[in-house]
């Protein structure tokens, strides 16, 4: 089975930075893509970021410019640089990664267990 371990949330002022890591642990798979959700409360889930395993990257309007996403670290870990943080991204902030095992072929979506970023003065 594969595992997604989330870190690097945490509390931050508005303008603020943080780095959000994910990675995936476990044998015998592949990974498709990537992607960030952020869930606050009153909102419905949304995609963040998401990137393939060919480099493709889409972003949030609300996002655009501020946030970027990459796979520059682990082959299996993906990052999202957060940086002019504004208290409406307040939010929990979930990793999922489309997930193929090597043997059955069987495809499944993982999530990771979410990591609260709270941006307040």
């Known amino acids: 089975q594969v595992q997604l371990v989330e870190s690097g949330g945490g509390l931050v002022q508005p303008g603020g930075s943080l780095r959000l890591s994910c990675a995936a642990s476990?044998?015998?798979?592949?990974?498709?893509?990537m992607g960030w959700y952020r869930q606050a409360p009153g909102k419905q889930r949304e995609l963040v970021a998401s990137?393939?395993?060919?480099?493709?990257?889409n972003y949030a309007d609300s996002v655009k410019g501020r946030f970027t996403i990459s796979r520059d670290g682990p082959k299996n870990t993906v990052n999202l640089q957060m940086n002019n943080l504004k208290p409406e991204d307040t939010a929990v902030y979930f990793c999922?990664?489309?997930?193929?095992?090597?043997?059955?072929?069987?495809?499944?979506?993982?999530w990771g267990q979410g990591t609260q970023v709270t941006v307040s003065s």
């Open positions: 999922s990664a489309g997930v193929r095992a090597t043997y059955s072929n069987s495809f499944r979506i993982y």
């Open positions: 476990g044998s015998n798979f592949s990974i498709s893509g």
């Open positions: 990137t393939t395993s060919g480099g493709t990257t």
